[in-house]
């Protein structure tokens, strides 16, 4: 009995002795993880050099770093770091090499910020992370290739950064990533095949870099990829056709690379769930296959600027599109029938955008568009073949924002109706056979900021109404048989930014006065019609004009000494008119100026020597009889001045 109690009490001893000993390395590895963490942080915080919200002030010791702002640290192992998020608070500075140190962190999220600097190759020594958001900052440099020592990443974001270098073949070895993206930075090099490789991937975007070489056949084999974009690059070759069979991808966008291929017959089945389908500003040939009518769940269908040729298929079951854009390839024969497509295209209740613009569509307009969605905005069809008049039952789309016609033979009368669309931005009926005059109604679009109604057969007066459209940046009647004066309302509208253009008319009267009011107009253009008179002083006020054409008129008179403020010309021509004086010398001082037109006026006496007129290439003053010296290239006459009771007068020597 004794014996055993000795050797209870032993064997006790023995217990308690090595449950002290292995508390005590607990409690020191503990410590000892405690302590790198928060020196880690400690850190990071030293080289974040602009804290605004002052967020990190709570990272000092007057409380535990597990409560620091932005630090979460895990309840399994106790007090170690598994998520640093300092998201959207505009940090600055670098990411510090200790990073690596937070050997325990899953989530990084410094996104939304102001970070420079390189990404520490140390990121590759957390081998627990999982997500990694560094998105929209300013990091340089390549992506760290040990990256793929991180082989729980599930997450990778890295876009809108400055990253240079290629995207690391190694990322083919993360066997759990699902979402990889690198979009808007300055990524060279090819896409590497091993990324063929990542099971889990569901969203790989690689958009707006300088990626080169083809589309790798590789990333056929991303079964679960729902989500590939690569637009914005320098990719070429064929597109790989096995791509078309992953049937999970929602989104399919390559736009503005230089990639060929066709559109498989049989896209619609192999791709059913498809929403967008994005393949605009490349090089496919071919047709759009019929089957594209099974992908019916699709929002956009965006195969502008390719070479496609034949017939657009039926839409009618795709309803839920809202974007259509096929402009600018070879669509269309020509002839009648080739917008039969449209009809379908009633059935798309939230259409946006309709372009079928610059393609070879021919016959007229179908009655049936009044029946498109109330939703739409955009609605292009410059560019084509179509003849007919211009129905009047598109005033049913009330919700259209732009609308372009031109470039087309559409004849008859702009519909007076046209009045009602009080949503329009942007109208452009441009180079048709239109005839009659404007409607009057046009002066109800209150949010016009774009008329394009140039090269028709238009007659008649400027209806006044037009200075209504308070908004209007941008007016072009040219090229037609308007007649009158140019109303005061129109000239006068202040709100012209960019152009006015009534050239080649057969307007008539003075240029009225209330020019001046377009203090911001950057381009006017009332050349080639019946003006006449000297012009107003108040011309000067058009301060931010860079181009002014007044040729072709009959105006009289000196130039006036109020366009000494104009120096922002690029573009003068006064040519083919009744200006008489003296060269006015202000106009050495127009120092930006790339052509001088004077030719075939009355001007007189010497031609200034300075400025401008030391460039014989830019300047034109044949056909002013009077002039004399100016410099060797323009040889004209010598002069000299003799003084009468009169004061100098110009004499030309032989």
């Known amino acids: 009995m004794g014996v055993l109690v000795v050797r209870f009490i032993l064997l006790y001893s023995l217990c308690n002795a090595v449950l002290f000993v292995c508390c005590v390395t607990s409690m020191n590895l503990r410590r000892e993880g405690n302590e790198t963490d928060k020196l880690a942080l400690l850190a990071i915080k030293a080289q974040i050099k602009q804290d605004p919200h002052n967020v990190t002030s709570s990272w000092n010791e007057s409380i535990h770093f597990c409560f620091w702002y932005g630090v979460t640290c895990s309840r399994r192992h106790h007090q170690r770091v598994t998520m640093l998020d300092l998201q959207s608070q505009n940090l600055a500075g670098f990411l510090s090499p200790n990073i690596g140190n937070l050997s325990f962190l899953r989530e990084l999220k410094l996104q939304n910020n102001t970070f420079s600097h390189e990404i520490p190759p140390q990121i590759g020594h957390l081998h627990r992370l999982q997500v990694l958001r560094l998105d929209n900052n300013s990091f340089t440099g390549s992506i760290p290739n040990n990256i793929s020592y991180c ?30 993206v690198v979009q808007v930075n300055n990524l060279t090099g090819e896409i590497p095949p091993s990324l063929g490789n990542l099971s889990s991937l569901e ?25 590939l974009a690569m637009g914005i690059n320098k990719l070429s070759g064929t597109f790989p056709s096995s791509i078309f069979n992953l049937s999970a991808l929602l989104t399919l966008s390559i736009i503005q690379n230089r990639i060929q291929g066709t559109i498989p017959s049989d896209l619609g089945k192999t791709l059913p769930n498809l929403e967008v389908f994005n393949i605009g500003n490349n090089q496919f040939t071919g047709t759009i296959p019929s089957s594209i009518s099974n992908a019916t769940s699709l929002l956009k269908f965006q195969f502008q600027n390719n070479k496609l040729t034949g017939q657009v298929p039926d839409c009618r079951k795709l309803h839920d599109l809202q974007y259509f854009n096929i402009q600018l390839n070879h669509l269309g024969s020509s002839k009648d029938g080739d917008l039969s497509f449209l009809s379908g295209l009633t059935n ?13 569509f021919g016959g007229t307009l179908p009655t049936s568009i009044s029946n498109l969605s109330t939703t739409l905005q955009n609605f292009w069809f410059q560019g084509n073949q179509l003849v007919g008049s211009i129905p009047g039952e598109m005033v049913n789309l009330v919700g259209l924002g732009s609308l372009k016609m031109g470039y087309n033979h559409f004849t008859g009368n702009i519909p007076t109706n046209i009045g009602k669309l009080s949503m329009l931005v942007e109208l452009d009926i441009s180079m048709n056979e239109l005839s009659g005059s404007i409607p009057s109604t046009l002066g109800n679009l209150t949010k016009l900021s774009e008329l394009f109604l140039e090269y028709n057969n238009l007659q008649g007066n400027i209806p006044s109404s037009l200075g209504e459209c308070q908004s209007m940046q941008a007016l072009d009647l040219s090229n037609n048989n308007h007649s009158g004066v140019i109303p005061q309302q129109v000239i006068g509208l202040t709100s012209l930014a960019m152009l006015l253009n009534l050239s080649s008319n057969h307007f008539t009267g003075s240029l009225p006065t209330e020019v001046g009011m377009l203090k911001n107009l950057g381009e006017l253009d009332v050349s080639d019609n019946m003006l006449s008179g000297e012009l107003p002083s108040s011309l000067g006020s058009c301060v931010r004009l860079e181009v002014l054409h007044l040729q072709g008129n009959f105006f009289n008179g000196t130039i006036p000494l109020s366009m000494n403020s104009l120096r922002g010309i690029r573009d003068l021509d006064l040519s083919r008119n009744n200006f008489s004086g003296e060269i006015p010398k202000f106009l050495e001082g127009f120092v930006l100026v790339t052509s001088l037109n004077l030719s075939f006026n009355e001007f007189w006496g010497a031609v200034p020597t300075g400025g401008v007129f030391k460039n014989a290439s830019v300047i034109s003053i044949v056909g002013n009889t009077r002039l004399c010296g100016g410099i060797a290239d323009l040889q004209l006459l010598k002069c000299n001045s003799r003084k009468s009771h009169r004061g100098y007068r110009w004499v030309l020597f032989n």
């Not at 997450?155 to 699902?178: D, E, R, T, W, Y």
């Not at 969203?203 to 989500?227: A, E, Q």
């Not at 798309?348 to 070879?360: K, P, Q, S, Y």
């Open 348 to 360: 798309a209740t939230e259409l946006r955008r309709l372009i079928i613009a610059d393609n070879n």
């Open 151 to 180: 082989y729980n990443l599930i997450f990778v974001h890295l876009a809108n950064n400055m990253l240079v270098g290629k995207i690391p073949p190694q990322i083919g070895s993360l066997p759990k990533l699902q979402i990889l």
């Open 203 to 227: 969203v790989l975007s690689t958009v707006s870099n300088n990626l080169v070489g083809s589309i790798p056949s590789s990333l056929c084999r991303l079964k679960k990829l729902t989500f």
